[in-house]
């Protein structure tokens, strides 16, 4: 595609539920990333896919988060049992490789109730 | 942790003026990279500066890169309205290989 996108652009949930966050990186980009951006702060890594190999999910901020990348392609970022600290703005990027531009989508607006 | 650092917070001037934002850093790196986002959301890539580099130029934009000195500045010249967004600069450190670490950013507001 054009660019990196991602879905949903806005969820609301309650306490202690589950959600899905997915995103589709620019085709051909080995790197992906996922960060979180609370109200009027910067970016917080969470975790970074890089081709085949064993993600870095050295920035996930508890075992409540997961991500999977499937065929090295899409992403889904998981929390389970949400809180309402999770609330933030979550935005995925991709890029050729390390050290080179990152591209990012338009992010999910996560609302936890 | 973040190790990138915006200077000001925020900043308020005239449209036509420049408006000059700088970035600090601690640790030593393969390159620093401008970002803006607008509303909240939609963060977009400005400029990437190696650390072999010391300016860069693209259209309006002026990047500066002092590695001795672990800063960098971003320059708009002749602002628009358009330009009000936050401006965050991010690191990708020597030992990070792949993160990048990100300040808080500078609110800029351009008053028509």
């Known amino acids: 595609g054009a660019g990196v996108s991602q879905s949903p652009s806005n969820k609301v949930t309650e306490k202690g539920k589950d959600v899905e966050l997915r995103c589709d990186p620019i085709?051909?980009?080995?790197?992906l990333y996922w960060y979180r951006q609370s109200l009027g702060q910067g970016l917080e890594f969470l975790i970074y896919?890089?081709?085949?190999?064993?993600?870095?999910k050295s920035g996930l901020p508890s075992d409540r988060f997961s991500a999977e990348r499937t065929g090295g392609s899409v992403s889904t970022l998981t929390i389970q049992r949400t809180q309402q600290e999770d609330s933030a703005v979550y935005l995925c990027a991709s890029s050729t490789g390390e050290q080179e531009t990152q591209y990012f989508g338009p992010g999910t607006r996560l609302l936890v109730l | 942790s973040q190790q990138g650092e915006e200077d000001p917070q925020a900043l308020s001037i005239q449209e036509g003026e420049n408006a000059t934002m700088n970035c600090s850093y601690k640790t030593s790196i393969n390159n620093l990279q401008w970002y803006r986002q607008n509303s909240g959301r939609g963060l977009v890539h400005l400029i990437l500066?190696?650390?072999n580099e010391r300016e860069k130029h693209s259209g309006r934009l002026r990047v500066t890169l002092d590695t001795s000195k672990k800063s960098s500045s971003l320059l708009i010249t002749a602002s628009r309205a358009a330009d009000t967004a936050s401006y965050f600069c991010?690191?990708?450190?020597?030992?990070?290989?792949?993160?990048?670490?990100w300040g808080a950013g500078t609110k800029l507001i351009i008053k028509p």
């Open positions: 991010a690191t990708d450190g020597v030992d990070s290989n792949y993160q990048l670490i």
């Open positions: 085709s051909g980009h080995t790197a």
């Open positions: 896919f890089q081709g085949n190999s064993a993600p870095d």
């Open positions: 500066i190696r650390s």
